[in-house]
């Protein structure tokens, strides 16, 4: 480090030091140039001089902010250090631990002192120590006091105000790992129970990892330090990690959440046994404080009787949390008692109302800016909510006080510090602004908002994929009202953009991903829509809100999307069909396949498809139809309905009505970015095939048989193909052989396909089973492709996937976004222009005859695009009588003479006028998705 450098990080520290609290981070901007490790190195050195020289607080201040730019630029001094310094360190650290016995205040010293070493190598320090160390002790009783020493220095550690708490959290695991291998559950039973208790501690504040792995390693401990900490043999501590497992349950992202709360109310139940007001008031009221709010969000039970259940656990805490006594402790039970007197149901809303604000003032009183600047902001926040809701005074004057409380709270909930809450608080101040009559303002406020939750996308620390998914509730949450404000502004332009903007945001980053394509970072334009559109092609996107759902029509020649409205009795009805259909579809599926039929008229009643039809102008021939949540599970193009052309009404499906199709995409943008970056032209219909024929199952009774005359007939109709047969269809047989096909192809699955409910990343293509042995046993290893798999395939020369097996075409119902997690979009992803899929378990005979007439029309001299060959191929097997079937067979040039006679084999016994497929069971199923 020269000279010059060293004075110029010199001077920066001197400004730092002297400048206003809080404007640290506008000085280190405005000299970024020095923001590097080299500035980290010097002041931590500066550090160290100062607290030489007696200034503890200026030491202090540059020690914490030295650990907060660790994290960014101290990775390249860190790793120079070499593993012998960390030893040295350690051992030094180990020794004062021991000294001081355990005495954080003696520890904090050498820690502060030593800054740049406290950081995630230390962690493995401490592993490749015990692991050097602990074999070659004299005795198992030396060895259980060097492990008491580390446990002590954990416990500090965890707690350790300065550097990075990630770290901190990081080194504290390492070591309670490492004190597990000496204190077993045989012969240390109480050291192992409580290591297992400050381990689950550690894993339920840990930064690094997936937030939703961390909680079950905190859940998996605690269970274990039960086993040994039973309510018999050691009933206080039972009671503390009872408490402290409801906090987890109460956290957990995992299974059901409404399970989770019950298992947290029962923990706390379990520790209020013992945490009784007489012996132990202090831990008492803390679990009562747990438990209401466990209550307050209780999903099971009613909700008016678990209001007054949380209530009443927050007015037991406060007899012991008095202001005088325990101030901070009494200020969150005020808050949230606050807050279950927001939501209660029971007495006067207004009296309600008042009681929530009058609680919020209360604890506003010790949640001051200065003290507890990010309570005081949470609790401004609830204040305002309040207030907008107010029912006594006058709205104009309640709003303005929300809106005031608000602007308070974004002063310290700004987007660089809280970027959640800011985004909360924006969504809220919103909220106010449009009640109270201030549309621009909404929009502007909702807007910041929007842009905050996409930024944090890209920058989440905390919680992985979990955080992902509950940042994209957030935002979905933001969007509805911000599509709200857009329309009674009477910008449906805007409305629009938004709802695109919102949609398949996941989707649309792995599909640039798979194409190695830039990301340009801008949503799709109103405009942008309109120049995918023929001039006698139509887009409906249906949209759900609060209060009812919009279908968006969009045609090449609108200058703004015309926009039908729903009546809230109308979502009702929706969401009550569609609890009905999935519910039977899963649990009672033949009365469903009965009841398919019926269902379907219904809902074409309760979308209002004939209102919606007669919107589009009469030279409208083909369809893009863009569903919304559940509603890509519902087979759309087979509503009826009713069409008046030049005088003239038409009734039929949607696939009757529009002769030039009916096909899916997941989005318009989608849809775009599909066209742009896939081959167009001649390469738009490829004569090569691959093909996955048949692959056998553990169960011979699930056999597929006419998948095998499917894809025997499908293949001679290309002049190249590269099929898997049956044993050869496994999953690395597959991923081998696309790795080769360098030309533009078609890619065809007949097999069995799954979807997972609970788990919709799971959903998979059933391939060949792998056996192999192990253990001088044989095993039957089911290889399935699972959708995270599907999204790494390589298939940009891929034109088209046909899933022509049962559930392709699903998504997860239990996503309140619309992300459209499902087979198809990990295909879209991957590379393939367009997917054939199923709703439903479909019939193998019916799906054998619509693939190979589908296959007819596609590659025929006409070369009909995917969603007019698979329209004509449907209307034709529905229409179909017996004897139309068997003059097919017999003329198909796909069929060879054997499968020709098997196929006239399963149609015989019928009547020649008997249309074996007319419901809608046969052929409503197969989805065009994509171009």
């Known amino acids: 480090m020269d000279q010059l450098r060293r004075q110029a990080y010199l001077n920066l520290i001197e400004l730092l030091l002297n400048c206003p609290n809080g404007e640290e981070k506008q000085i280190l901007q405005a000299n970024s140039e020095l923001v590097d490790a080299g500035l980290v190195q010097v002041m931590l050195e500066r550090a160290n001089n100062l607290r030489t020289d007696n200034y503890l607080d200026d030491a202090n201040s540059l020690m914490t902010l030295a650990g907060h730019l660790m994290g960014s630029y101290g990775n390249t001094m860190v790793e120079k250090l070499s593993p012998s310094i960390y030893l040295k360190f350690l051992t030094e650290v180990l020794q004062v631990t021991l000294k001081g016995k355990g005495d954080p205040n003696v520890i904090y010293p050498l820690l502060r002192d030593n800054l740049n070493l406290v950081n995630d190598n230390l962690a493995v320090a401490l592993r490749n120590w015990a692991r050097e160390t602990l074999p070659h002790s004299d005795s198992q009783e030396i060895r259980i006091s060097i492990i008491e020493v580390v446990g002590n220095f954990c416990n500090a550690i965890r707690q350790f105000p300065l550097g990075s708490r990630a770290s901190n959290l990081e080194i504290a695991i390492a070591g309670y790992e490492v004190a597990l291998t000496v204190f077993t559950r045989q012969e240390y039973s109480k050291d192992w129970a409580a290591t297992q208790n400050n381990l689950a501690i550690t894993y339920n504040n840990r930064i690094r990892g997936e937030r939703a792995d961390n909680l079950e390693m905190a859940i998996s401990a605690y269970r274990e330090a039960l086993s040994v900490d039973t309510r018999e043999t050691y009933p206080e501590d039972w009671a503390m990690t009872q408490n402290n497992l409801g906090t987890a349950y ?34 008492w009221a803390m679990t009562q404080n747990n438990l209401g709010n466990a209550y307050r969000n209780r999903i099971k039970g009613k909700t008016d009787d678990n209001i007054e259940l949380a209530i009443a656990a927050f007015e037991k805490a406060l007899e012991v949390y008095t202001c005088d006594t325990f101030p901070k402790d009494w200020a969150r039970c005020q808050n949230n008692l606050g807050l279950a007197y927001s939501n209660r149901i029971r007495g006067e809303k207004a009296d309600n109302l008042e009681m929530a604000i009058s609680a919020y003032h209360k604890t506003l009183s010790v949640y001051t800016r200065e003290a507890f600047p990010e309570d005081w902001a949470i609790t401004q926040n609830n204040l305002a909510n309040a207030y907008s809701g107010r029912i006594r005074g006058e709205k104009t004057d309640n709003l303005k006080i929300a809106i005031s409380a608000l602007q308070a709270a974004l002063s310290v909930s700004t987007r660089e510090a809280f970027p959640i809450n800011h985004a909360k608080t924006l969504y809220n101040l919103g909220l106010a602004y449009r009640n109270n009559s201030q549309l621009p303002e909404a929009y502007n406020t909702l807007n910041t908002a929007i842009e905050t939750v996409e930024s944090m996308r890209t920058e989440i620390i905390r919680g992985g994929e979990a955080d992902r998914q509950k940042l994209a509730e957030e935002y979905n949450r933001i969007s509805h009202i911000m599509v709200e404000v857009c329309l009674e502004m ?43 559109l023929g001039e006698d092609e139509a887009i409906l996107e249906w949209y759900i809100t609060f209060n009812g759902f919009k279908v968006f029509i969009i045609t090449s020649n609108s200058t703004q999307p015309d926009i039908w409205h729903s009546s809230d009795q109308d979502l009702d009805a ?44 009469e030279n409208c021939q083909r369809l893009i139809l863009v569903p919304f949540r559940y509603l890509h599970l519902l087979p759309l193009h087979a509503l009826t309905s009713r069409r008046l052309r030049q005088n003239v009404e038409e009734t039929g499906c949607l696939l009757d009505l529009f002769p030039g199709g009916v096909r899916y995409t997941p989005s318009c943008q989608i849809l775009q970015l599909s066209q742009r970056v896939n081959p167009t032209g001649e390469e738009s219909s490829p004569t090569r095939l691959f093909a996955i024929q048949n692959p056998p199952t553990q169960n011979p009774k699930d056999d597929l048989p006419f998948a095998d005359i499917e894809v025997e007939a499908i293949e001679k109709a290309f002049n190249y193909a590269k099929v898997l047969i049956r044993e050869k269809a496994t999953k690395a047989a597959l991923q081998e052989q696309i790795k080769g096909l360098q030309n533009p192809y078609i890619a065809h699955f007949a097999c069995h396909g799954r979807f997972n409910f609970t788990n919709p990343r799971k959903s998979a293509l059933i391939l060949a089973r792998v056996k192999r042995a192990t253990d001088n046993v044989n095993l039957d290893d089911i290889t399935d492709l699972t959708l995270e798999e599907i999204f790494n395939l390589p298939l940009s020369k891929c034109s088209l996937v046909t899933l022509s097996a049962c559930e392709t075409g699903l998504t997860d119902i239990r996503d309140t976004t619309d992300e459209y997690i499902g087979l198809p979009s990990g295909f879209l992803s991957a590379g393939a222009t367009s997917v054939i899929s199923t709703l439903w378990v479909v019939d193998d005979v019916s799906t054998a005859i619509l693939m190979i007439k589908f296959y007819e029309l596609l590659l025929s001299e006409s070369r009909s695009p995917v969603a007019i060959a698979l329209r004509e191929s449907q209307l034709w097997l529905r229409g179909a009588s017996v004897q139309d079937l068997l003059d097919w067979a017999d003329s198909s040039k796909l069929l060879d003479s054997q499968n020709r006679k098997r196929i006239k084999k399963r149609l015989r016994g019928y009547k020649p006028e008997f249309q074996s497929f007319q419901d809608p069971l046969f052929w409503a199923a197969f989805c065009a998705v994509g171009q």
């Not at 009365?591 to 919107?615: F, G, P, V, Y």
């Open 490 to 532: 009477q910008n449906k332009t805007a409305a629009l953009e938004y709802i695109e903007r919102s949609k398949t945001r996941n989707l649309v980053e792995l599909f640039y991903n798979a194409r190695s394509v830039q990301k340009n970072g801008q949503p799709i334009s109103c405009q942008e829509i309109r120049t995918l």
């Open 574 to 617: 929706l969401e009550e069909f569609q609890q009905e259909y999935i519910n039977e579809y899963i649990y009672q599926r033949d009365n469903w396949k009965k009841q398919l039929e019926t269902r379907l008229k219904k809902l074409a009643e309760i979308l209002h498809i004939d209102e919606i039809i007669s919107r589009l102008p």
């Open 250 to 283: 109460d956290q957990r992202i995992r299974g059901e959440q409404a399970q989770n709360l019950e298992l947290a109310i029962a923990a706390y139940l379990a520790s209020l046994e013992i945490r009784t007001r007489e012996k132990f008031p202090e831990e």
